[in-house]
Structures are given as C-alpha cells and as structure tokens.
C-alpha cells in the first residue's frame, strides 16, 4: 500500500522525465533546422574562387566568413547569390576592387573617381546623368580596369525624312541602319536611303528614306488596220472601190512602273498580248483599158488568192546574162533578196498606178540588197527603152507561192 509520499515522489519523477524528453526534441529540432538551411556559396575576390558553407543569408557576413575584407570604394555583386542554392547551380558572391578611373563628357575631362564594377557604376559614383541618346562609348556592362577612361558621348537632333514626316530623332553614336532601328522604321527590298546604312553622322545630318516599290498595271492599245490594195479589170483604170472595211484590234500591253514616294517616276513596258486582231481595210483598183507591161505569162489576169503580199519601190534593168539561180535572164524573171522571198517563189506584181508586170518568178539577187537603196524588187525588161519608161515606182508583188531556192 503506497503512501502520500510515495505518490509525491512518482510525480517528480515524471514531471522530470518529460522535462527531459522535451529538451532532446528541442535539441533534434534545431539540429535538423541547422542541417537543412546549411548550403555553400562562391565567393569570388582577387582572383580567387572561395567556397563557404554557411547557413547566413546576408551576402556582407558571407563575404566576411571567407576572410574578404571588403573596403570602402570595393562592391558587392549579390545578383547571383540564391540563400539556399549551391553552388553546382551557380550559387555565387563578387567582389569588385575599387580602381581608379577616369571620366571624360565628350572628350572634356570631368571627374576621376575609385570605382568598382561596371562602366555604369563609375558613371553613377561620378553623378553623371545620362539623357536621351547620351551614351558612354564603352558598353556600360564593361568591368572597370585599373586607370580606364570613360568618354560619355552627348546625343543630339538629327532630321529623318521617312513616309511624308520630318521626324527629329536623339542621336549619339551608331550608323544610320542603327538609328533606323530605334525609330521603329522598317525597309522595303527596294526602298533607298540616303546616307548609306553603314554610315555614321554628325550634327545637322538628315537621313532621307525613299519608299520604292514595282507595280504592274495593264493598257488596252488599239491595232491600226493596214490598206491592202488590189486589182481588178472588171473595174477601169483610174477608179477603186473598198472591198472591205477595215477594222482595229486590240492589244494588251502589261508595263511595270517604278513607284518612289508614291509617283510613279518611269515605266517600261514587259509584255503584250493580242486580244483581237485588226481587219485589214482591202481598196480594189482598176486596170481595165490601162497601159501595161505584161509578163510571157500576165494575160491571166490578177491572182485570186495568194499567201503573201509585199509592197515598197520596183526599179527595171536589162542586158542579159545569168541570173543568181543560173537561170538565163528574161522577161518574167525579177531579181529580189532572197533572204525575203526565195528563189523559185511565184509572183504576180502590179504598180499603184496600174502598171501590170504581171506572172513572174524570183531567180535573180537585186543590187539593192547591199546598196541600202530600199528598193523591194528589180524587173528584168527587153529594153533600156522599157526600164527608162519604168523608171521607179511603188509596187505590190503577191505571192502566189514560196519557192524552194531552185528555178
């Protein structure tokens, strides 16, 4: 049977063992509360890589537990320092030295300063401002070297002329394809501008953009119908008659203009189709009761179909001989170019006046060929009485038939 005291010592011996137990746990959690926040970070200074496990999260006590005196004028870059990270992941403090460095506006020196970092941290410790296209000619990313110079270039006003606008654009440093950039302005394949993008500017320069484009546009152009004239000896000499009207076709002609700024400065034309041909006007002559000189072979009349005519200047000649085609020279044989009409071709020629040569044959080459003289076909006559009253006039010769180069 337990006593009162017995009871009172139980009770301070569990109030004791609880005590206990509530300590350890409180030791096991701050020890598992240490493991966890414990990581290593980098810290780089003086060249040197220094690892420190640490389980501080302020980047200043870091540096101080790897031994890093840090002085005045020296920075701190924490922009890769995670609390928590490792370093396999890049977890990393630098420290910068202070070097001395001078600062130049525009190629004026203005302040000599102990900065550390970036171009822009000696900029910012030397209070200068920067505005619009104020500019230092190093990148401003640039670490700082011992007795480095900084010139800050002062932007001014240029003058870009684009898409009917005189805009004013801040400009220090670049080429004109860089300005053209920061004004948002985009080229066309064949725009043009004025100076070229590769080069640099000075105050007062204009920057002119020229807007080009190619555009292709179509015109209905009207075919003018040819007279045709033929004989006839049902009518009399000196009348005619139109056989048919003439009619004009169409053409369809494609140009491509060059467009500049919105005007068309030059076109050229780049294509055409015949959408209708022209109708050629026939005009019938007479010949009956007129004077003429006929062919062995004329008293036929005029042909009634044939697959070409030509018409230009006939001139007459005589004297015998061989012809080109080795034919014996005669009445009913004309000398032609025989790159137009061949040897052996069938004829059949009358002048605008009347005048019937009538059926002949091409077998000889005309001397007007390379004498420039423009004449279409030489007659051979008997005579030098007959090519004297021939003289020189306009015929048209209708091809009967093409000749195979032989007579």
């Known amino acids: 049977m337990s006593?009162?005291?017995?009871?009172?010592?139980?009770?301070?011996?569990?109030s004791r063992v609880v005590a206990v137990i509530l300590m350890v746990a409180c030791c096991c959690a701050l020890m598992v509360g240490y493991a966890t926040t414990t990581y290593t970070v980098n810290v780089f200074a003086d060249g040197n890589a220094i690892p420190v496990k640490t389980s501080v999260r302020n980047p200043q006590l870091i540096v101080a537990q790897a031994d890093v005196e840090v002085g005045t004028n020296d920075k701190i870059d924490a922009s890769s320092f995670r609390v928590g990270s490792d370093i396999k992941h890049g977890n990393a403090i630098i420290v910068y030295r202070a070097v001395p460095v001078t600062i130049y506006d525009d190629g004026?020196?203005?302040?000599?300063?102990?900065?550390a970092g970036t171009v822009a941290d000696a900029l910012e410790k030397a209070g200068i401002v920067l505005?619009?296209?104020?500019?230092?000619?190093?990148?401003?990313?640039?670490?700082?070297?011992?007795?480095?110079?900084?010139?800050v270039l002062r932007g001014y006003e240029i003058t870009l002329v684009v898409d009917g606008l005189h805009k004013k654009v801040d400009y220090a440093t670049g080429t004109v394809r860089d300005v053209l950039k920061r004004a948002n302005i985009t080229l066309g394949d064949y725009d043009v501008v004025k100076p070229a993008l590769s080069k640099t500017l000075h105050p007062g320069s204009v920057i002119k953009v020229k807007r080009v484009s190619y555009e292709t546009r179509e015109v209905e152009k009207a075919i003018k119908f040819d007279t045709v004239q033929k004989t006839s000896s049902v009518l009399a000499a000196g009348k005619e008659r139109v056989a048919r009207q003439g009619k004009?076709?169409?053409?369809?002609?494609?140009?491509?203009?060059k467009v500049v700024d919105g005007e068309v400065?030059?076109?050229?034309?780049?294509?055409?189709?015949?959408?209708?041909?022209?109708v050629n006007k026939v005009?019938?002559?007479?010949?009956r009761g007129s004077n003429t000189y006929n062919a062995s072979n004329s008293t036929a009349g005029p042909p009634t179909s044939y697959v070409k005519t030509f018409h230009g200047p006939a001139t007459a000649y005589t004297g015998g001989g061989t012809t080109a085609s080795g034919a014996a020279a005669r009445r009913g044989l004309v000398a032609v170019n025989p790159r137009q009409i061949p040897y052996g071709s069938?004829?059949?020629?009358?002048?605008?006046?009347?005048?019937?040569?009538?059926?002949?044959?091409?077998?000889?080459?005309?001397?007007?060929?390379?004498?420039g003289s423009?004449?279409?076909?030489?007659l051979y006559m008997d005579s030098n009485a007959e090519c004297t009253q021939w003289g020189r006039r306009n015929v048209t010769i209708y091809v009967i038939s093409w000749g195979n180069g032989r007579v």
């Open 248 to 257: 004009n076709g169409v053409m369809l002609v494609t140009f491509e203009d």
């Open 131 to 151: 505005e619009g296209a104020d500019t230092p000619e190093l990148d401003p990313d640039t670490l700082l070297k011992k007795n480095m110079k900084i010139n």
């Open 374 to 378: 423009g004449t279409l076909v030489d």
């Open 283 to 287: 005009v019938v002559k007479g010949t």
């Open 346 to 371: 069938k004829l059949y020629i009358v002048s605008d006046d009347g005048k019937v040569y009538g059926y002949c044959t091409a077998a000889d080459t005309g001397g007007f060929v390379s004498n």
């Open 265 to 278: 400065v030059s076109s050229k034309k780049v294509g055409e189709v015949v959408k209708k041909k022209a």
């Open 3 to 14: 006593t009162s005291g017995d009871r009172t010592f139980l009770a301070s011996l569990t």
């Open 108 to 115: 004026k020196k203005v302040a000599s300063v102990e900065a």
